[in-house]
């Protein structure tokens, strides 16, 4: 059964910095490509970045603009485990965060599981 359960999430203040993780099980982590995405109060959910299989313990990124040069996600193969750490903090980054597993077919890529999401609230 696949399982990827976040924790890590938290208050903090403006400008503090938080690390999720999202830890996996029930398939071969180190096979697929990773993503985190997030759900403000209200709002729809939002791509904030993705990291690919690669090889080793680290594949290439990509970052929603709204976030890049603040977050930084990676990878440890060996412990099942994403990462996404969180820096210089801003109130709209208030949200639900859930990492996600990215699945091929047919020529496009999915998302085929979601864990349950981790609550981040940025304010003073």
């Known amino acids: 059964e696949v399982q990827l359960v976040e924790s890590g999430g938290g208050l903090v203040q403006p400008g503090g910095s938080l690390r999720l993780s999202c830890a996996a099980s029930?398939?071969?982590?180190?096979?697929?490509?990773m993503s985190w995405v997030r759900q403000a109060p209200g709002k729809g959910l939002e791509w904030v970045s993705d990291i690919n299989s690669g090889g080793g313990s680290t594949g290439s990124t990509s970052y929603a603009d709204s976030v890049k040069g603040r977050f930084t996600i990676s990878r440890d193969n060996a412990k099942n485990t994403l990462y996404l750490q969180m820096n210089s903090l801003k109130p709209e980054d208030t949200a639900v965060y859930y990492c996600?597993?990215?699945?091929?077919?047919?020529?496009?890529?999915?998302?085929?599981?979601w864990g349950q999401g981790t609550q981040v609230t940025v304010s003073s």
């Open positions: 029930g398939f071969t982590f180190s096979n697929y490509h």
């Open positions: 996600a597993k990215k699945t091929y077919y047919s020529g496009s890529y999915y998302y085929d599981y």
